[in-house]
């Protein structure tokens, strides 16, 4: 049945797709054999794979996708930067949108599927800025908002596989102590940002 989604779901994935897209900017074909904090993939190998997620994504807009990849012609640069833009137009239009998307035959709600979206993308976009040499934090409201989702994602057999080891990193939000409140809090040094990739197995 066709829906709207709500805002929260497509305005997450437009704040992951804005960070990554600034990433983006920076590559050049000079770049391509740098490495990424994705330790089996180069960037160009990295920008590949980002390719043809965008794409599995936008393709999921009309209700259904597959798990085969798409191709990726001579001009891998301006095909994810392509992408990267295809995708948003699938999703932030005024059309209605399936509540429930087909994953190469299992259902899965929309809302849920652009949340791992989000995530993918952000984290990514994070790993291209790493392997051209302009790194950038993930905006802190963004990856507060991924936290979740990976923490629902991500579970210990991936780990070592799709995911490296958590690591915990100086400055990421620690869980409270058991006792009584202190009182709120005017102030917060820590880092969701840190968190977040700390707990993909990257060091921020």
Known sequence: MPTTLSPPAVELLERAVAYTRGRLAHVT????ANPTPC???????????????????TRAGDGAVG???????DDLLGSVRTRAGDLLGAWLGQR???AVVTVAGYPLPAEALLRVGALEIAVHGWDVGQG???PRPLPEELARLLLPVARTL????DRGL????????????QSPSPGPSPGPSTSRTSSYDAELLGFLGRIA
């Open 29 to 32: 074909p000079d770049l391509l």
């Open 39 to 57: 330790r089996a993939w180069d960037l160009g190998q990295l920008l590949a794979h980002l390719d043809d997620s965008l794409d599995a994504f």
């Open 67 to 73: 798990l085969a990849r798409s191709a990726v012609g």
């Open 96 to 98: 209605t949108d399936p």
């Open 132 to 134: 051209t040499g302009h």
């Open 154 to 157: 991500v579970d210990p057999a």
């Open 162 to 173: 799709r995911f490296g080891p958590s690591l915990p990193q100086p400055g990421a939000p």
